[in-house]
Structures are given as structure tokens and as C-alpha cells.
């Protein structure tokens, strides 16, 4: 036992000198990850401002020069131009110029006053359907605001229903809260798993895998001694994005560090064990980083970090069961913004558990098997 | 032939390089050559001795610091490429396509060189004549023998016709047979299109076959001339001895390698050759009070090239080893490896076919034969590397690919390819395998040291494995699979591309470790090596064609010339076996 402890340790310290040693590649440890997580930062955000649309005014009141101001008063809209017809509106929609076209409609003023329903038309862009989609709703909730105050305002009865929203967790409604936790376990996903699946083929490659195989290491101590030092760079990358978010984003830290890091560990035994897998399936780098690959893509985008999960094909679900980034996300989400406690968590963390379970024996074991 | 045109003049040529910030190293120390038309040169010397650096200067890849270096009537220095047009270099690792069949590659070299489709229409059909490659158009490169990749790799050198053709080490990790293909090609080219080869070479027996020998040292030239001229140096210095009953040829020869007199010594047939200083001939030869009968035989070019380097090598070490004993193979004790009717498939192919042989403990037992004859295969199963498909094998009574970790710690393995991890230190390496073999505190201390010492590693301790000269790669890689004291050692073609006196070091060593009751199983690409073995099995096309102490294969391989050398006897045999198969197959 002792033995096979201390072999495991001559198997991670030679890990880490290999990793380490070189500056160069110290440095392409723990930069890419911090770029990444600033690309992401800023790049990826859902958030609109200055939209620019076409205005069709028929009504020209002063009701509907009213609605233009609070609509181009939110800062997220900005006029293309104004147009008589809806007909010389639309090449502006065409030619992308303008993502929506809003038309006032005659009559607009009086059958406000009037509480006839006013009639105001919001079309979109479908082709850049998400964003159009987001800006729609902007433009719908204005409007709504609008027509509700002018009546307020004339002692008018408010509508039947009035719908007040918040949004928890994120009173911004910013997509940047909910990107950044993601990107601790989706960046640190592809900086080990690459790291892992690369690290056996190369032994491979350059025969010292052999030398291994042949001197007395396990291949369970030999599978660890590849595991933990993986989990270190690992563990590391993930405070690096999660500094960035502290720090840079400010994003505000609800949950327990402890509960956080019990997850990531978790994740990361469940993300090398993938690694590792993949890494006793190729004969060499090049086939290791193409297998990389091809993993990675469906890993992210069945993780809930673009699209929710829910929303996907019945089959699409279940693979999303088998990938850890799944549960990663939904740990560092839910640690980070809600405060999630560990025992709630806990269904999230088994079945980490479990998928490190099946894919680190199976890498083990092919370590020996796959001697063809 | 004086005045046909020089092909290459080079004077006073210097090179330097720079190792790191502070060390520079010479390479070049002011070398003047001449190479006439239509003429073979061979450069030998050992590693360092600055051939590769010539050669390379030769065809325009770098610039000399100083001198003149004329090819084929240009200055290099001024025109590379207008040189590099008109020539051919074949460096010692070929720049092939391993995922490209051998046509696809003689296109692409075909292509880069700008050889219009009509002269490929002639050239293309005598290269395939040439290197008999024709029926392996379509094979990948990546999937030949190492014999067959040096054969393309030559054919896409001559795919422009050159005037002058540059080879570095072109037979290295070559068999005996295709070695002997490769000239044949060699000289066919000189003899039909007057093309000039400069080749450098540590096969000193592929030197004594060229019209013009240059032999290296420290980057400059010790002695050059006619291979018989030279050899000529060692003529009355060469004996062969013959040591008291029961004891090893590679015992004996140790033994007299030690002594102060004696410039080289090897084994052969079951004696000894040695070359003694032509000042001490006059002595009589003695080894532990015991005066030893010596025979007077013809010199070798191997022998004056051994005599040229022990006077200016400096001292050697001549510290005898412990005193000649008995071998342990008559005390014998067991068994150690024992294989049984192995076979091993890859799916229709048969690489390995019953092949069945034991090895005693303190032997050093040889596997032989060409590339691709299921050496290395069988190798891989005995380590544990590779599962076999069917028969027995037990090494120290184990079959290691289902024993546990325990049976293995008494295994040391040193791989064809150097196999240790490239960007750790010397130091770092070693640490690494003797805690990976459970060595810890002062044993393990100690053991590095003593391997440190005894393999000159000292100076390269903090240099990164992977930036060694090639001989000291070699060096560590044996001392690594040496720290946890192996009883069992594996060595895979582990002289690869060794100079002569590194070999004679290597084999130094591996004698010392046997007298110690090591069991050492080789394979090796040189047949003058397979002395050292107690017994060899010459393996083809995966089976067994002879088995039997050195003296024992030679006897079977005679026919008509009364003492083969054992790479005759090996050609012999492999080809005896492999006309009977065409025989028995027509």
C-alpha cells in the first residue's frame, strides 16, 4: 500500500516537472484560460443596446412622438430613419440596416384616449432569430409601459392585469452573470481534457509509455499519477476564471467556496476521466487532439451553457445526462448566484461521481489492453 | 584517375556551434578535402568527430565560420541553391511521408525538385529496378521495413539525378541484407552514371569497400587514403587468441581490452582478435600470470582505424575488470526466459510463428534477422508489452503481460527508440526510474551516482535528455534500466547507431553485468556483435532458421569458404531458408 503510495507520487512529481518546467509552458497553462474567460466575458453576451429600427409613423401625434422618445429614451434602440410607408420601410429590413420595423398605426392617439385597443406593430428580423427575439420583447415591454402610463396619466382605468417582473439571482437580467460561473467548468473542461487525452498519447508516441508499462507501476497507479496532476492544473485554472469573474466582472459570490470546490473536484475526476479515456482509444497526439475534438463540441453544447437543456429532444436530454459539463454548470451556477447549499446539490455530485467512476477504470484498463 | 574533376574541395573549413549562452562547441577544426568524380569517399570516425557537420556544410544547409567549400565547381557559401540543384543528401533521419505509399512520395520529391514528366518516365522505372521497391507502389511509407525506407528514401534523393550524393549513416537500423541491397545500389550508380558519393558511416567494413577513406576525430582528419593503405597501418599487430577452456570469448576479450598493450580487442568464432601496440609487440601477452598463445592473422581496416584512435584517444581505461572466472552457464542454475511454440498474428499476417528457445541465467543470448523478422515482436511479448496469440512464455517463471507489478521489478528494458522523457534532465530521469523501481534515501542516492560515474554522465546531469549527443542518449538509457540492479535485461538493437568504441564500451559493460549472473537477451543489426553471445536464434519471416553458439552457426552456414565472417554466415543462412520457402511454395 505504502509502495504503491509512494509510486504514485514519483508518477506526479514526474507529471508536474514535465508540465512545469518549462516556462513557455507554465504560461500556456493559466493564460489561456484568463483570456478565454475575457473573450467570453464580452463577446458572449445576449444583452442588446442601440438596435437600430425603422419608425413608420401614420398616426404623427403627440402620443406616438411620445412612445418614439421612451423608445429611443431605453438606450437600446436607435432610429434607422423614419418612413412614410410601411413599403419604403422595408428594404431597410432587407438590406439589415434595420433589425426591427415598429408602425404606428392611424388613429393610434384616439383610440388611446378612446380605449379602443391602438393598434402598434413590432416586425422582426427572423433570420437573426435569437437577437431579434430579445429585441422584440424589449420593444413589446416599452410599449406596454408606454400605453400603460398614458392612461395612468388621463385617469384612465388601468388594464385588467398588469404584469410587474423581476428577475432573481440576476436583477440585471445580465447574461454575463450567468456566462461567467459557466465558464469555470466549461474552460477549465477543455484545458484538461486536452491536457489528459494529449499527455498519454504522447507517452505513447515517444515510447515511454512503454517504459512504464514495463517497469512494476500498476495500471490503476499509472491511471492516478496521470489523474491528479491534471486535477491540480485543473483545479488551478478554475480559481484563475473564477478570480476573473470575482475581480474583474465583480460578479457577486452567494454560495459557499467549499461547496464550490467539492464540485469542481468532482467534475474534473469526472472531465480527466473522459480525457483519459479518450487518451487509451488513440494510438498518437494527432488522433487524440481530432478525438478531443470531437467530444468537446457536443459536450459544450449539450451542457446547458448556450440553450437550456430542457428545451432539447428527448435523446438529446439523455446524452446531456452523460455530460459532466452539465452538472458542472448547473453546480457553479447555482453555487455562485443562488447560494446553493451542498445537500441540494448532492443528486448533481453522484452523478459526477458516477461518470468518473465508469470512465477511469475503463481507461485503466485499456492502458494494458490496448496493446494490439 | 588523379586528373579527373574534384566533385568537392573544401580548405581549412571551420565550423563552431553554440550549445547554450556560455559553451560553444567546435565542430569543424580546419578540414581540407578533396573528392574526385565518379569516386566513393567514405568519412568514418565516432561520434563528434564533426562527419555530419561536413556533409551538411556540403550541401549548403549551413555556412561554414571560415575556410572554402567548393561543390560540384560552385562556392557553396555564394550559391546553395544552385549547389543543392546539382546534388543529393540523404540525412541520417529522411524526411518520408508516413501516410504516403512510396509512389506518392517519389511524386511529392518528384514535384519539389521540378523533374518534368518525361524525365520521371525514365528515371522512375530504373529506381524501382534499383530498390525492387516496384511491388510496394501503393504501401505507406510509415508500413516498410527500415531497410525498405532507406531504399525510398535513397530513391527520392536520386529522383533529379545529382552529380554528387551525400549519405549520413544511410545503413543505420538496416539488416544485413538490405544494408547489402543499398550498396549494391550504391555502386551501380557510380559504376553507370559516374555519379561522386560521399558517405559518412560507423559500419567500418561498408569504409573498406569505398576507393577513398577519411577518418575523423574531434573535428579533424586523423589519417585519409586508400582503405587498403590504411589498413596496411595494422599490418603484423593482429592476432587472435584463444582463452583457457570454459570461458566466454566477451570474457576473455575484456580481459585483454584492459591491457596496457592491447589497442582493440573483439571476439570472433569463439576467440579473441586483438591489435597490440606495434611498440610492445615484442612482449609476451599475459592475463593473470598466464602467458596466452597468439596466432598471426591478416589486418582489417576496423583494426588500423582502432589503432589510428588509441593514439590519439588518450588513455584508456585500462583498470582491469575482476578476474577472469568460469562462465556461470556451467554452474548453471535454471532456466530463466522460456518461450514455447509463440505465435503471434496481426490479423492475416503471421509475425511471429512458433518459435520456441530458453535462455539459462547468466546468458547473454542474441536474437538475429532481418528487418521485419519478428524480433522486436518477439521482444514485445516478453516484456509484456504485447499479448501473444498463442504458445508459452515465462520470463523468471512469469508471464509478465498478466503477472503483477512485482515480477517486473526484476526486469530492465532499454527500447530500439530512445524512450526516456526528453524534456527532464539526465538527473531527472534517473531519479524518476529508480523511484519508479522502489529504489528511496541513500540506496537510491548511491545507485545514481555509481551509474552516473560509470556511464560519464556527470557533465550532462542538467541537461535535458532529449538535447544529448546520440551516444550519451544511449548511455543513459542503459544506466536507467541498470539502477534497480535487473537480473533480466532486454535490450532492443540498443547499439543502434553507436560509433565502434561506444560499442566496445556497451559490450564492456553488458560482459561485466553478465559475470554478475545478469541474463541479457539482445537483438542487433550487427552481426559482429552476435560474437559477444553465448548462443543467437536467427529468426525470418517470424521462425527460427538456426540456433547455436556463434562457432556452431558459422559451421552451418559453410559452404565451400572455409571461415565465414558471422555476417556471411547470417546472409547465408537467411537466404538458404528463405530459396527453399520460394522452392516449396513453386
Known amino acids: ?372 | 584517375m588523379e586528373d579527373r574533376p574534384l566533385s568537392l574541395v573544401a580548405r581549412d573549413l571551420r565550423k563552431s556551434f553554440r550549445r547554450d549562452a556560455k559553451e560553444t562547441v567546435e565542430a569543424l577544426g580546419g578540414i581540407s578535402l578533396t573528392v574526385r568524380k565518379g569516386t566513393l569517399t567514405a568519412l568514418v570516425g565516432p561520434d563528434g568527430a564533426g562527419k555530419t557537420t561536413l556533409l551538411r556544410l556540403a550541401s549548403g544547409l549551413i555556412l561554414p565560420d571560415s575556410g572554402s567549400l567548393t561543390v560540384v565547381g560552385l562556392d557553396v557559401a555564394e550559391k546553395p541553391q544552385a549547389v543543392q540543384d546539382r546534388i543529393g543528401y540523404m540525412p541520417q533521419r529522411f524526411g518520408l511521408y508516413e501516410d504516403l505509399s512510396v509512389q506518392e512520395n517519389l511524386d511529392l520529391y518528384a514535384d519539389l525538385n521540378g523533374v518534368s514528366p518525361a524525365e520521371r518516365r525514365t528515371v522512375y522505372p530504373r529506381l524501382f529496378e534499383m530498390t525492387q521497391l516496384g511491388p510496394f507502389k501503393d504501401r505507406p511509407a510509415g508500413k516498410l521495413s527500415g531497410g525498405m525506407k532507406q531504399k525510398l528514401g535513397l530513391a527520392c534523393t536520386l529522383v533529379r539525378a545529382p552529380e554528387l550524393l551525400l549519405l549520413d549513416e544511410p545503413t543505420v537500423g538496416v539488416d544485413p541484407l538490405s544494408r547489402r541491397e543499398l550498396w549494391e545500389i550504391v555502386f551501380k550508380l557510380i559504376r553507370e552514371d559516374g555519379l561522386s558519393v560521399v558517405v559518412a558511416t560507423s559500419y567500418l567494413d561498408e569504409a573498406e569497400r569505398c576507393e577513398h577513406a577519411v577518418l575523423m576525430h574531434a573535428g579533424e582528419i586523423l589519417a585519409e587514403g586508400p582503405p587498403a593503405e590504411i589498413t596496411a597501418k595494422a599490418d603484423g599487430c593482429c592476432f587472435l587468441v584463444k582463452g583457457p577452456e570454459g570461458v566466454p570469448a566477451r570474457s576473455l576479450q575484456a580481459r585483454l581490452f584492459a591491457l596496457p598493450g592491447v589497442v582493440d580487442a573483439v571476439p570472433e568464432a569463439g576467440r579473441v582478435r586483438i591489435v597490440r601496440r606495434p611498440d610492445r609487440l615484442e612482449e609476451p601477452l599475459t592475463l593473470e600470470g598466464l602467458q596466452l598463445e597468439t596466432e598471426p592473422t591478416g589486418a582489417r581496416f576496423e583494426d588500423a582505424f582502432m589503432m589510428l584512435f588509441d593514439s590519439v584517444a588518450g588513455e584508456r581505461d585500462h583498470t582491469s575488470p575482476a578476474p577472469l572466472a568460469a562462465s556461470p552457464e556451467n554452474a548453471a542454475d535454471g532456466t530463466v526466459v522460456e518461450v514455447r511454440d509463440l505465435v503471434r498474428k496481426f490479423g492475416d499476417f503471421t509475425a511471429v510463428d512458433h518459435v520456441t528457445f530458453s535462455v539459462r541465467r547468466g546468458e547473454v543470448y542474441g536474437l538475429l534477422g532481418p528487418n521485419g523478422a519478428g524480433k522486436s515482436t518477439t521482444f514485445r511479448m516478453l516484456c509484456g508489452l504485447l499479448p501473444a496469440t498463442a504458445g508459452t512464455l515465462r520470463v523468471a517463471g512469469n508471464d509478465l503481460l498478466k503477472a503483477g507489478a512485482k515480477a517486473r521489478e526484476r526486469l530492465g528494458y532499454v527500447a530500439q527508440k530512445f524512450s526516456l522523457y526528453g524534456q527532464l534532465t539526465v538527473g531527472e530521469n534517473l531519479e524518476f526510474f529508480a523511484s519508479a523501481y522502489g529504489l528511496r534515501g541513500n540506496r537510491k542516492k548511491e545507485r545514481i551516482a555509481t551509474l552516473t560515474a560509470a556511464f560519464e554522465l556527470e557533465r550532462f546531469r542538467d541537461l535535458p535528455s532529449g538535447q544529448l549527443p546520440g551516444g550519451f542518449r544511449q548511455r543513459l538509457a542503459l544506466a536507467a534500466a541498470l539502477l534497480h540492479e535487473p537480473d533480466i535485461l532486454f535490450l532492443d538493437e540498443a547499439t543502434s547507431g553507436a560509433d565502434p568504441l561506444a560499442r566496445r564500451q556497451f559490450w564492456g559493460r553488458i560482459t561485466a553485468l553478465s559475470e554478475q549472473g545478469v541474463t541479457v537477451i539482445v537483438t542487433t543489426h550487427f552481426m559482429e556483435e552476435a560474437e559477444y553471445c553465448d548462443r543467437v536464434i536467427i529468426l525470418d519471416a517470424g521462425r527460427n532458421l538456426a540456433e547455436g553458439t556463434p562457432v556452431e552457426i558459422r559451421e552451418r552456414a559453410v559452404s565451400g569458404k572455409t571461415a565465414p565472417s558471422m555476417e556471411e554466415a547470417f546472409i547465408a543462412i537467411v537466404e538458404r531458408e528463405r530459396a527453399k520457402r520460394t522452392e516449396k511454395a513453386a
Not at chain 1, 469555470?184 to 481534457?193: F, K, N, P, Q
Not at chain 1, 509509455?209 to 496532476?229: N, S, Y
Not at chain 1, 473564477?242 to 468532482?266: D, E, N, Q, R
Not at chain 1, 441540494?344 to 461518470?355: F, K, R, S, T, Y
Request: aromatic share 10%; hydrophobic share 55%; net charge positive.
Open chain 1, 1 to 372: 500500500m505504502i509502495v504503491s503510495l509512494l509510486r504514485i507520487l514519483t508518477l506526479i512529481r514526474k507529471e508536474l516537472l514535465v508540465l512545469l518546467k518549462d516556462p513557455k509552458s507554465r504560461a500556456s497553462l493559466i493564460l489561456p484560460p484568463i483570456l478565454q474567460c475575457l473573450i467570453f466575458g464580452y463577446a458572449a453576451t445576449y444583452d442588446l443596446n442601440s438596435v437600430p429600427y425603422a419608425l413608420v409613423d401614420q398616426d404623427r401625434s403627440a402620443a406616438s412622438i411620445a412612445l418614439v422618445a421612451k423608445l429611443e429614451g431605453s438606450g437600446i434602440f436607435r432610429r434607422e430613419g423614419t418612413f412614410a410607408r410601411m413599403t419604403e420601410a422595408v428594404p431597410q429590413l432587407d438590406a439589415r440596416r434595420a433589425l426591427l420595423i415598429v408602425v404606428i398605426g392611424n388613429g393610434f392617439e384616439r383610440n388611446l384616449e378612446t380605449g379602443v385597443p391602438a393598434p402598434v406593430q413590432v416586425i422582426a428580423d427572423g433570420r437573426n432569430s435569437n437577437t431579434s427575439g430579445i429585441a422584440q420583447s424589449y420593444a413589446g415591454a416599452i410599449i406596454g409601459d408606454f400605453a400603460a402610463a398614458w392612461r395612468a396619466e388621463r385617469g384612465f382605468p388601468a388594464a385588467g392585469v398588469t404584469v410587474s417582473t423581476r428577475a432573481w439571482f440576476n436583477p440585471q437580467l445580465e447574461t454575463r452573470w450567468s456566462m461567467i460561473p459557466s465558464l469555470i467548468g466549461t474552460i477549465t473542461m477543455m484545458m484538461t481534457m486536452m491536457l489528459t487525452a494529449m499527455s498519454v498519447a504522447r507517452e505513447r508516441e515517444e515510447g515511454t509509455f512503454d517504459q512504464l508499462l514495463v517497469a512494476p507501476f500498476t495500471p490503476t497507479e499509472i491511471m492516478i499519477g496521470k489523474a491528479v496532476p491534471s486535477m491540480i492544473v485543473g483545479i488551478t485554472q478554475a480559481s484563475a476564471v473564477l478570480l476573473v469573474a470575482l475581480f474583474w466582472f465583480k460578479i457577486p459570490f452567494a454560495g459557499s467556496f467549499f461547496t464550490l470546490y467539492a464540485g469542481l473536484a468532482l467534475f474534473l475526476a469526472a472531465a480527466i476521466g473522459f480525457g483519459l479515456f479518450l487518451s487509451s482509444l488513440a494510438g498518437n497526439m494527432q488522433q487524440a487532439m481530432i478525438l478531443a475534438f470531437v467530444f468537446l463540441m457536443p459536450f459544450m453544447l449539450l451542457s446547458g451553457l448556450m440553450s437550456p437543456t430542457e428545451n432539447m429532444p428527448a435523446v438529446l436530454q439523455y446524452l446531456t445526462m452523460i455530460n459532466p459539463l452539465t452538472y458542472a454548470i448547473r453546480i457553479t451556477r447555482v453555487v455562485y448566484l443562488e447560494g446553493g447549499r451542498f445537500a441540494e446539490l448532492l443528486p448533481d455530485m453522484l452523478a459526477l461521481v458516477a461518470i468518473a467512476a465508469v470512465t477511469m477504470p475503463f481507461a485503466a484498463w485499456m492502458f494494458r489492453h490496448r496493446l494490439n
